[in-house]
């Protein structure tokens, strides 16, 4: 287990990442709150012809999968954050790209497993009617790993020039 002093320094030394946490998890949240309060009342704004805000509660995961599945989808976003906090050395070793995704990954996944535990569901609300309704966590985590993605594919392509 770090000691307090290890998990200052590695605070301090990551201020502005732990801070575009901060911010992304403030605007889930304010816009998750303005959706369940505003939307699901007053009903859908339509922004255009292809982009709505649309409040929906999903119970489940991506694209409609796991309906009804808030348990076991805790339990996955656990894991998550979890992979994400023991796993920080590998991820960081990418590069700064890297650790930016695996913020957004994490930030994600906090953002989601707190409308889960309380709420139940998860609060969606971004729809451009040709994709499956989202929210801003959800955003972070498909940026996120799309960004660490690269990274590891960028370091698998950088071994296999250096052989």
Avoid at 20 to 38: G, N, S, Y
Avoid at 76 to 87: A, D, E, N, T
Avoid at 118 to 138: H, I
Wanted: net charge positive.
């Amino acid at each position: 287990m770090p000691s307090l002093s290890a998990a200052r320094a590695w605070a301090s030394t990551h201020r502005g990442m732990l801070v575009l946490a901060a911010v992304l998890l403030f605007v889930d949240r304010l816009t998750k709150v303005w959706a369940l309060h505003t939307l699901a009342k007053e009903g859908p704004v339509v922004l255009g012809k292809y982009f709505w805000l649309n409040y929906v509660e999903n119970t489940g995961a991506a694209f409609g999968m796991f309906h009804n599945a808030n348990t076991l989808l805790i339990g996955v976003m656990l894991l998550i954050i979890g992979y994400i906090i023991f796993s920080w050395k590998e991820i960081a070793q990418y590069g700064p790209w890297s650790q930016c995704g695996g913020i957004l990954v994490l930030t994600g996944a906090l953002g989601n497993l707190y409308d889960r535990l309380t709420l139940g569901f998860v609060v969606d609300f971004l729809d451009f009617r040709v994709w499956p309704v989202f929210n801003v966590a959800d955003s972070c985590i498909t940026v996120g790993a799309v960004l660490i993605g690269i990274c590891l594919l960028g370091a698998l392509k950088q071994k296999r020039e250096e052989k």
